[in-house]
């Protein structure tokens, strides 16, 4: 099992930057694929960005340009380097992490941008 441990979240302005982490414990990191999914209030959960353990990446149409996703395989974190931040891009942000056979969840972080 791999646990996830999101961090980073707050209240910034439009426009503004923020860099969300999670942290793994728990199996083997360099191996997992790990991904970033985001919930806004009274919508579903979505894709932001994926990692590959080879570091291929993609990401969703509306963060493209504007978020980068990362990993440190010595400290065993996942990051997502937000830029630009809209308020549409407000929402409780997940760190997924995904190996053969299963997958688990971190808690969250919240982003909230607003002025």
């Known amino acids: 099992q791999v646990q996830l441990v999101e961090s980073g979240g707050g209240l910034v302005q439009p426009g503004g930057s923020l860099r969300l982490a999670c942290a793994a414990s728990g199996s083997y990191f360099g191996g997992l694929t790990m991904g970033w999914y985001r919930q806004a209030p009274g919508k579903q959960r979505e894709f932001v960005a994926i990692?590959?353990?080879?570091?291929?990446?993609n990401y969703a149409d509306s963060v493209k340009g504007r978020f980068t996703v990362s990993t440190d395989n010595v400290t065993r974190t996942l990051y997502l380097q937000m830029n630009d931040l809209k308020p549409e891009d407000t929402a409780v942000y997940y760190c997924?992490?995904?190996?053969?056979?299963?997958?688990?969840w971190g808690r969250g972080t919240q982003v909230t941008v607003s002025s």
């Open positions: 997924r992490a995904i190996w053969v056979g299963n997958n688990n």
């Open positions: 990692i590959s353990s080879a570091g291929e990446t």
